[in-house]
């Protein structure tokens, strides 16, 4: 569901990727989304705090 949250989420990810923060998901954020993506599994772009690429679970960390 796209909600007030989303909204917010996809206009934090336009901000930090140099996008007119608007909240809306056109073509330039989702190739943004979609470039962010493919950099995170090559093991490219990771910065801390960002998602390493894998699921972490409780009782797991990341690193210990």
Do not use: M
């Amino acid at each position: 569901t796209y909600n007030a949250q989303t909204k917010s989420i996809v206009s934090a990810f336009q901000k930090i990727n140099g996008i007119l923060p608007n909240g809306i998901v056109d073509q330039e954020t989702w190739n943004a989304i979609l470039s962010a993506y493919n950099d995170l599994q090559a093991g490219k772009r990771v910065q801390y705090g960002q998602y390493p690429g894998y699921i972490i679970k409780e009782g797991e960390c990341d690193p210990c």
